[in-house]
């Protein structure tokens, strides 16, 4: 019997961070905590006011459907959608359908992010991005059903892929991407938390060779993790059904977070269902060479650009690279960061032993002051430390004159007061004891107070090594040299 195969498509919206509204003059502020506070006639959809496309929201549709090698249309329009929901004023959504701003395009979600050996990157094809306004927010009470009107009017944008994602895994990498170049760009803050970036995807299954199955909506998806959950239990659900010999129904369902599940909502409509119509209150749009070139210039360096170069100028490993990446802001500083340590070490170092600053540099990177910041919460362009001290500190450890173990003191010495590398070196005595004498103190010591582990290692077993010069490190702060004590033990005990 032939497996069934997962055939899934995602849709996905993203609130683009322009300043004001859509069609309106009104602030957009997904941080506004008042209800209905940032909406006016026209977002509140009132009688004989009109609507004016805000050119802004348009040239980053155009910015992110570059990014995405997408062609931008040379003739696009605004249609009227009918539907009714509370937290849509007009009664409509103004959207697009039969003429959106990019067609086509591509994304590619790299193998470094399955982490899989030798498994090449996923090609996911995309059939449009289009721009609309976003609806309200409701907010359900036992007692009531409350609505705010101040994303009501929000330009969003909705990207909708091929029916090329195979996998729940699949799914999430790809938002993911999506997510990095929304933000890289600087498109959309695509913060899931907020609402700024919702996913849906459209699962079915079939045989291999036989036609697509019956496709089913999943919506209310609103964090990577409940993306891959989502379609996991929705293929699942699905796989039962078709296996016990029922049919599967067109239709929509939402994800339900705490039960994980998936909840049947309404019957699945079909774009007739919606009524389109060119929208008469705005112009269609014409996108002249001047327009193309002028959004073309604000084009940044992107995700897969800068894999590749940090992969080949700094030779870090995938999986840092990917860490390094994941916020445009912390591949700013490390790379600034770099580039200082670079300056430093150039002087006085050989080519090999500034590339190990570099590698060395990306690891307190990715663990140490990551660590920090996550433990602040605190985004690293508020954080005391700067670029050039960061690197200073690396700089010490590259020539020896800390160890790595008083590097993460000094490290956290450096964020909470903002104090230069070299001067908490300097005020806490931690430079690398050089003093052979002090040195030989501490590895007596050690000895002295570990009898079965010297009898262990008389007796072969080697690895205590390690407890003697921790135990040693211990004794002098940090501030020894792992492989003069090492020497200074097999003095002392033999080989």
Request: net charge negative.
């Amino acid at each position: 019997m032939k497996e069934l195969e997962p055939i899934i498509g995602l849709e996905i919206h993203a609130e683009l961070n322009t300043v004001t509204k859509m069609f309106c003059g009104c602030a957009n502020d997904p941080n506004e905590r008042h209800p209905n506070i940032n909406v006016c006639p026209i977002c509140m959809g009132h009688p004989g006011t009109l609507p004016v496309i805000n050119e802004s929201a348009v040239e980053k549709v155009a910015l992110i459907g570059m990014a995405l090698h997408g062609e931008i249309a040379k003739f696009s329009q605004f249609d009227r959608k009918q539907y009714f929901y509370p937290d849509l004023p007009k009664g409509y959504q103004i959207s697009q359908y039969k003429h959106p701003i990019v067609q086509g395009g591509y994304l590619e979600i790299p193998n470094s992010k399955f982490l899989i050996p030798n498994l090449q990157s996923r090609t996911i094809h995309l059939t449009r991005i289009h721009l609309e306004e976003d609806a309200g927010r409701l907010l359900h009470t036992a007692d009531a059903s409350l609505v705010d009107f101040n994303r009501a009017g929000v330009p969003l944008m909705e990207l909708v892929t091929e029916p090329d994602v195979r996998t729940a895994e699949e799914a999430r990498l790809f938002a993911e991407e999506l997510r990095l170049h929304l933000r890289y760009t600087g498109v959309s803050d695509a913060n899931m938390e907020k609402g700024q970036m919702r996913i849906e995807a459209n699962i079915s299954l079939h045989k291999a060779g036989e036609p697509y199955g019956t496709k089913v909506e999943v919506k209310n998806i609103n964090s990577f993790r409940a993306v891959e959950k989502a379609i996991e239990y929705e293929i699942a659900r699905q796989t039962a059904l078709i296996e016990n010999g029922e049919n599967i129904a067109q239709e929509t369902r939402g994800w339900d977070d705490e039960k994980e599940i998936t909840v049947s909502q309404r019957k699945k409509e079909s774009a007739h269902d919606y009524r389109y119509f060119p929208e008469p209150d705005l112009p269609p749009l014409q996108f002249s060479f001047e327009f193309l070139e002028n959004v073309q210039k604000k084009f940044p360096e992107l995700p897969a650009d800068k894999r590749k170069r940090f992969r080949e100028e700094f030779g870090i490993a995938e999986k840092v690279i990917e860490i390094i990446i994941l916020d445009k802001n912390f591949a700013g500083f490390f790379e600034s960061a770099v580039s200082e340590l670079i300056s430093t070490l150039k002087e006085t170092e050989g080519v090999a032993e500034t590339k190990k600053g570099i590698i060395l540099l990306a690891n307190y990177f990715t663990s140490d002051l990551i660590k920090l910041l996550n433990e602040s919460s605190a985004p690293i362009s508020d954080i005391r430390i700067t670029p050039h001290s960061f690197a200073e500190l690396i700089a010490l450890v590259t020539t020896g004159t800390i160890t790595s173990s008083v590097a993460k003191q000094v490290l956290d010495e450096m964020f909470r007061s903002g104090a230069d590398a070299r001067a908490v070196v300097r005020d806490k005595n931690l430079s690398v004891i050089e003093n052979t004498e002090e040195l030989a103190r501490a590895v007596e010591e050690v000895i002295k107070k570990s009898e079965r582990a010297v009898l262990d290692y008389k007796n072969g077993k080697k690895e205590v090594m390690q407890f003697f010069i921790g135990s040693a490190m211990k004794v002098l702060r940090g501030r020894g040299n792992p492989d003069t004590l090492k020497d200074l033990f097999v003095k002392k005990l033999g080989n």
